[in-house]
């Protein structure tokens, strides 16, 4: 009886060690978000729920990069002033990518995240930053 709970527990100690959630390196969290920056899509802004609209591996909190072209300029910002408080998620307007704080609305706190971005001139930092990936530096 003994011997059978001692090997169980070698088992589940041996399985823990080599299952992914302990393999591999880390980065560190740099944004307190619980998301190691190794896998962040965005490094530097917390974002626990990884939200990212359109898919392209930048999270909504450090993507004003609208029309994917890789920088965020004159262009993503004529798409930010024709989605700003042009509705909600359930009327006509609502940009769901330029709703970088995912509330429901285009607004102020919406505009000083897309400001800080365009400011910056590229989306990001995410994950790729540390990794082999293209999108989002
Ligand atoms: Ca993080
Ligand atoms: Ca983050
Ligand atoms: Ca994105
Ligand atoms: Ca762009």
């Known amino acids: 009886m003994r011997l059978s709970l001692l090997f169980s527990l070698l088992v589940i100690l041996t399985l823990g060690l080599v299952s992914p959630a302990f393999a591999g390196p ?3 969290d740099h944004d307190l978000d ?3 920056s ?5 490094r530097d802004a917390s974002n626990t729920n990884q939200r990212d609209p359109d898919g ?3 999270g909504a909190v450090c993507d004003g990069d609208y029309d994917q072209d890789g920088v965020v300029a004159g262009t993503d910002f004529l798409i930010f002033r024709a989605s700003f408080l042009a509705g909600t998620p359930l009327g006509a307007g609502y940009n769901e990518n330029a709703d970088h704080s995912g509330d429901g609305i285009v ?3 919406d ?3 897309f400001r800080a971005q365009f400011g910056a001139g590229v989306p990001g930092p ?3 930053a ?3 990936l293209t999108a989002c530096p």
């Open 126 to 128: 995410s994950k790729a």
């Open 130 to 132: 540390y990794r082999d």
């Open 111 to 113: 505009f000083l995240i």
């Open 107 to 109: 607004a102020g706190n």
């Open 34 to 36: 619980g998301i190691d």
């Open 26 to 28: 880390t980065m560190g």
């Open 38 to 42: 190794l896998f962040d899509n965005c």
């Open 56 to 58: 392209d591996g930048c």
